[in-house]
């Protein structure tokens, strides 16, 4: 049964999206994952980089229900959850109409998130923990098969971070670079044009499938997994023992997508993704790569593949290209169009210096590249 779910999920939804997003794969099967390990993903990047395209795509090609809100700081808990029933409450019961809000979504996509309230946060901590909403006595237990949230920016304050923290999985998602252009611009004009099609696959299927993840043996790799949590801490990554914990779900997820009933080593590429702030992405993405190289796997997930190695060299002498068109103290500031055009660069040499071999190399060219963000983005 998971074999042939698992079959349908990767060739009538998946890999069609992909088809359809340029090089957007990666947030794909984050989408995917996050499905089947019953957790919630966090996309953090700038607007219009189709990230609520994406998730509203991927719930009409399962015919799941779906529930979409741009939050700001004057929302109100009704226009999520729904009204009170006023019929009902002439009748002395406190009642919530929630046809078409997010307590019957199966998928739900929550702009802006970190603008919302306290009386929303709160009531979101349950939801994303337990699954239920609750008012007064009211209890919903919601059919949610994963909550995606995104912003253009991280949560600095303490009460944010806790709901931040029920986002297992962080993904950062940018602006295509200028030669993927084209064909944006191509398959952007397709998707306006085309209908969804049925995909074969069911809110259901997913729902029976993530029952599975509990089913995998997560043996194989407890030993290298308790080490790596420790390697991630190292890095600054606050990565607690309740996410360490629920990361496992991760792990039997891409066992469970690659066909498997055992993980093996390939599948802890998931960990790239538990990132707490920006800075950590290369780094992190630096330690996992190392790690999947000591330990290869035959049978991987498509985003355990390495990418190709990243010339150190070639990095350095583009940063230092970079460092000699910035402004010097005193001269005349860049225009917003040649600013963005360089944070633009520094951003892709920064994701090639996370790839680089030698960790004194790729410790030397991240250093350098936040360096010369830094001096971009001026005082």
């Known amino acids: 049964m998971s074999a042939d779910v698992v079959h349908r999920l990767r060739e009538k939804v998946i890999e069609p999206l992909k088809g359809r997003f340029v090089r957007r794969g990666e947030v794909i099967d984050l989408i995917a994952l996050a499905l089947v390990a019953g957790e919630h993903l966090y996309l953090f990047g700038p607007p219009g980089t189709a990230k609520s395209a994406l998730i509203r795509q991927f719930a009409l090609a399962v015919q799941g229900r779906y529930f979409e809100y741009v939050l700001t700081r004057f929302s109100e808990p009704n226009e999520l959850f729904g009204p009170i029933d006023l019929a009902r409450l002439r009748e002395g019961t406190v009642a919530t109409v929630t046809t078409g809000m997010l307590p019957e979504a199966e998928f739900a996509f929550l702009d802006e998130l970190f603008n919302a309230n306290s009386a929303i946060l709160n009531n979101l901590l349950t939801v994303l923990n337990e699954r239920t909403y609750r008012r007064g006595a009211e209890v919903h237990r919601l059919p949610l098969l994963s909550l995606f949230s995104a912003s253009n920016h991280l949560p600095e304050d303490d009460a944010l971070k806790a709901l931040f923290d029920r986002f297992l999985l962080r993904c950062h998602v940018d602006n295509l670079p200028r030669e993927a252009t084209p064909r944006l611009l191509a398959a952007g004009w397709a998707l306006e044009r085309s209908e969804p099609e049925a995909a074969g696959v069911t809110s259901e299927d997913l729902r029976a499938l993530a029952r599975q993840v509990y089913e995998v043996d997560l043996a194989p790799v407890s030993d ?35 066909g498997r009933t055992a993980a093996n080593s390939s599948d802890l590429w998931v960990l790239r993704y538990v990132w707490d702030r920006a800075e950590q992405i290369g780094p992190l993405g630096g330690l996992i790569q190392g790690v999947l190289e000591q330990h290869p796997a035959a049978e991987a997930h498509p985003l355990a593949a390495l990418p190709g190695r990243a010339d150190p060299e070639d990095v350095a002498r583009q940063l230092d290209a970079i460092a000699a068109e910035l402004p010097a103290q005193g001269d005349k500031p860049l225009s917003l169009l040649a600013a963005a055009r360089l944070r633009e660069r520094l951003a892709d040499l920064n994701d090639r210096a996370a790839w680089v071999a030698d960790e004194a190399a790729r410790k030397h060219l991240l250093s350098r590249g936040g360096e010369l963000l830094r001096r971009l983005e001026g005082p």
């Open 224 to 258: 290298l997994y308790t080490e790596v949590i420790h390697k991630i801490r190292d890095l600054g990554v606050a990565f607690s023992d309740r996410r360490a914990v629920k990361a496992q779900k991760l792990i039997a997820a891409s066992a469970l997508l690659c």
